[in-house]
T-cell receptor, first 111, second 117 residues
């Protein structure tokens, strides 16, 4: 069965520091994977997606993610975090018209 | 830029009452979804809708729930007899479809916060 695991519930980083949010998935074939961000009181915004091809994908707001089949991972990265990046981040897997969400990682940014 | 809209933004209802949550998906999209997020918990898939019928639904989506696309633009979620545990944020989403990579991108509405008292 397909599933998505985000092992970190909360992460705190200092503004300007680098960020990596972890995502592991369980799926038999090549997955379609997404990262979404949810700012407080807001809806969900797509950051980036992976379907096939280049395993390093670029997204909006300076985010990137790397698909690693051998590790069943799709980690989200940003080289320098801004205070406005404080939000909750969800890794999502698509399969047969259903989207499976990870439990989310809340990012706090220290000044 | 086109967006998904949802009304109302907040709905308060008494236990046992019926509620209808409304969504207007992006106009050329073909696939429609409802999700819920109980406070502090993960986003949960409820139902997907395509070609005027349900294509997938979760275990949460029992007989108390129904969806409809009554007029070609609105997409509604009805809860027939609300329970306390239905209190959550409900998100509508749509995607274009068509088998192209961009067709799998879901666009989410801002959500309706449902409070059942």
């Amino acid at each position: 069965a397909q599933s998505v695991t985000q092992p970190d519930i909360h992460i705190t980083v200092s503004e300007g520091a680098s960020l990596e949010l972890r995502c592991n998935y369980s799926y038999g074939a090549t997955p379609y994977l997404f990262w979404y961000v949810q700012s407080p009181g807001q809806g969900l915004q797509l950051l980036l997606k992976y379907f096939s091809g280049d395993t390093l994908v670029q997204g909006i707001k300076g985010f990137e993610a790397e698909f690693k089949r051998s590790q069943s991972s799709f980690n989200l990265r940003k080289p320098s975090v801004h205070w406005s990046d404080a939000a909750e981040y969800f890794c999502v897997l698509y399969n047969f018209n259903k989207f499976y969400f990870g439990s989310g990682t809340k990012l706090n940014v220290k000044p | 830029e086109p967006e998904v809209t949802q009304t109302p933004s907040h709905q308060v209802t008494q236990m046992g009452q019926e509620v209808i949550l409304r969504c207007v998906p992006i106009s050329n999209h073909l696939y429609f979804y409802w999700y819920r997020q109980i406070l502090g918990q993960k986003v949960e898939f409820l139902v997907s809708f395509y070609n005027n019928e349900i294509s997938e639904k979760s275990e949460i989506f029992d007989d108390q729930f129904s969806v409809e696309r009554p007029d070609g633009s609105n997409f509604t979620l009805k809860i027939r007899s609300t329970k306390l545990e239905d209190s959550a944020m409900y998100f509508c989403a749509s995607r274009a479809g068509g088998g192209l990579p961009g067709g799998y991108e879901q666009y989410f509405g801002p959500g309706t916060r449902l409070t059942v008292t």
